[in-house]
């Protein structure tokens, strides 16, 4: 076509074919001129006709202006997707000027002065620099925007209706973004099931070795209870031969029953086997109390029925259990309100328990802290709340800290799954569980929990 035009037709050829064209069109009657002349004008307006139907036909936005951002050519498809109305175009093709502030007017441009967007927009042509973005139209319409600058001067700009193209890259970037989040989301559920299977694992092999500790306890519990018994009874005879020790004739015997009663310290057996045997009872009964405890907290329910519990009970137990990693570096106090029994899943609110206490008592420096346990009641739900005054989370870390595989601690020392396990237990009990800490001062977590479990929440 460029040929039809001449080989080294300009911008300002095109546009003196284009004038005669809308001269001739505007004047028909002027008759047809005759002679080389005539010839050439009439090649030159069917060339240009031509040119402009191509141009007006094409599926693509096409616009040309000079450096003094005259406009040249606006193809049909370009007013189209821009929305131009015709009376911008009804005095003939306007400068680039006339339709930036058309469109700021109108608010294309977003928020802000008309006359200082076309002014900014006039000073960014008037570069004639190469480029190339998407634009999303007020309408919705996606235009794809390419500009490159002509060699003879001037400017040549192409829109390309990407709308589809776009809403498709949107709903795969969406999708994307799913598929990542699930995921991510499956990573954690399998981290989390092997995390409550290794649990459970160490669960059914605690409740094993309590209850074959047990048995050998409550022998020796009993036991001790009929030795007591026993030296009682033999403390009494001892204590009628000592009565009767008078009454022996022979003075070579008196004599050797003196000699080992103080040999023995008698006295001293009478004042300290009781003692011992006291000690040996309480000893035996904490033993018990803790085997007790180790197979509430281990209990594991194959069905995972839900079942009323004494979370105070649970706690309590959970205390005993984690009493090595807390007694030497906080004492625990204990601030029970009057709370109802909750329909729940015990052993896991236990393992709650045990994280968020293990957590303080590691949280906790120099010198000896101090974790503090409340619990209450709200209407249908109760709270319970964990406070510590050890060293607290920083802030720019405390939204991450129920994120699977996160901790603070050294490599080795922590998976990172407990908060994250906690985190799930609750949700699952469909209640709620949030921090609240300050560096320096220490950490509370407050759990939520629904007094009656509703299975019509079930997922």
């Known amino acids: 076509m460029r ?12 546009a003196q074919a284009l004038t005669e064209v809308v001269r ?16 050439n004008m009439n090649a030159s307006v069917e060339t240009a006709l031509a040119f402009l139907d191509v141009m007006d036909h094409l599926p693509i936005g096409v616009s040309v202006v000079d450096a003094d951002l005259q406009i040249h050519l606006f193809n049909r498809t370009a007013r189209e997707l821009l929305e131009f109305p015709d009376s911008l175009f009804a005095n003939g093709l306007p400068r680039m000027d006339v339709l930036f502030r058309f469109n700021a007017e109108r608010g294309d441009y977003g928020p ?94 605690a409740a094993g070795v309590a209850h074959e500790i047990n048995n050998p306890i409550g022998y020796v519990h009993s036991n001790i209870g009929m030795l007591e018994k026993y030296i009682g009874d033999l403390f009494r005879i001892l204590d009628a031969y000592e009565a009767a020790e008078s009454s022996i004739a022979a003075p070579d015997r008196l004599a050797a029953v003196q000699a ?21 009872r309480e000893g035996i009964t904490r033993v018990k109390k803790i085997v007790q405890d180790l197979k509430d907290f281990s209990h594991v329910d194959a069905d995972q029925e839900w079942q009323w519990a004494d979370l105070h009970a649970g706690i309590d137990s959970t205390i005993n259990i ?10 625990v106090v204990r601030e029970y309100g009057d709370i109802p029994e909750v329909e729940c899943l015990p052993s896991q609110l236990n393992q709650v328990f045990m994280n968020l206490l293990v957590n303080a008592a590691h949280a906790m420096e120099e010198p000896r802290g101090c974790i503090t346990i409340r619990t209450g009641v709200d209407g249908e739900r109760v709270w319970l709340t964990f406070s510590d005054n050890g060293k607290g989370i920083a802030e720019d870390i405390r939204e991450k800290i129920f994120d ?13 799954l407990g908060l994250s396990l906690s985190y799930g237990i609750i949700k699952n009990h469909h209640g709620s569980i949030e921090v609240d800490s300050e560096v320096g001062k220490g950490t509370t977590f407050r759990i939520v929990l629904p007094v009656k479990h509703d299975e019509s929440d079930e997922v």
């Open 112 to 205: 802000g002065d008309p006359e200082e967007q076309t002014a900014q927009l006039v000073a960014r042509a008037a570069k004639m620099e190469p480029h190339h973005f998407e634009r999303k139209r007020p309408n919705g319409v996606v235009l794809d925007i390419r500009g490159e600058p002509l060699p003879g001067g001037g400017f040549v700009s192409i829109w390309t209706d990407v709308t589809e193209k776009s809403v498709a890259q949107e709903h795969v970037a969406e999708r994307n973004q799913e598929l990542e989040q699930l995921n991510r989301e499956l990573s954690a559920a399998q981290a989390q099931l092997l995390q409550s299977e290794k649990l459970a694992s160490i669960g059914q092999l």
């Open 24 to 39: 001739h069109v505007q004047n028909p009657d002027a008759g047809a001129q005759t002679g080389a002349d005539g010839v």
């Open 404 to 416: 699977p595989f996160f901790t603070t601690k050294p490599i080795g020392k922590g998976t990172g």
């Open 322 to 331: 984690v009493s090595n990693e807390i007694k030497y570096k906080a004492d």
């Open 3 to 14: 040929e039809r035009l001449g080989a080294r037709a300009s911008l300002a050829q095109l």
């Open 260 to 280: 080992l009663r103080a040999e023995l310290d008698v006295a001293f057996l009478k004042e300290d086997i009781p003692m011992l045997m006291g000690e040996s």
